[in-house]
């Protein structure tokens, strides 16, 4: 291979961005917890709640979709998604409360942020 055929990569992009701004907020031990708690209990209602969902949605169309089942099939099916439906809205509601006590939280610990006190100036 002579010189003039190699291929060379292009050189090296650098890229600056400025921060304009930077928000610094007390917080405590127990917001902390606080938000973690609210998070973790949020995440877990919304996991069951999708997993009911996940167990009603097909039951409901392969129920829709069975030609004719027997008395212990329809009996079957209803009690499955009696109980998936009944759990899919018990978990949707508590991951909707769930999920209002999240921005609670946050907007108490965005009270406590500092004034700005020293502008922060590149060089130059």
């Given amino acids: 291979m002579s010189a003039d055929t190699l291929i060379h990569a292009p050189s090296p992009t650098v890229v600056l961005k400025r921060i304009r701004r930077i928000d610094t907020y007390e917080v405590m031990d127990a917001d902390l917890e606080a938000l973690d708690r609210a998070t973790n209990s949020e995440q877990r209602q919304m996991a069951f709640c999708l997993f009911m969902l996940g167990l009603f949605i097909p039951t409901l169309i392969s129920f ?23 759990f899919s809205v018990f978990f949707g509601v508590g991951w909707l409360r769930e999920s209002k006590e999240r921005p609670r939280l946050l907007a108490r610990i965005r009270s406590s942020a500092f004034e700005v006190v020293t502008e922060v100036r590149g060089p130059g």
Avoid: K, N, Q
């Fill in 64 to 86: 829709i979709a069975a030609s004719d089942p027997s008395e212990t099939a329809t009996a079957t099916y209803i009690s499955c998604l009696g109980v998936t439906g009944v």
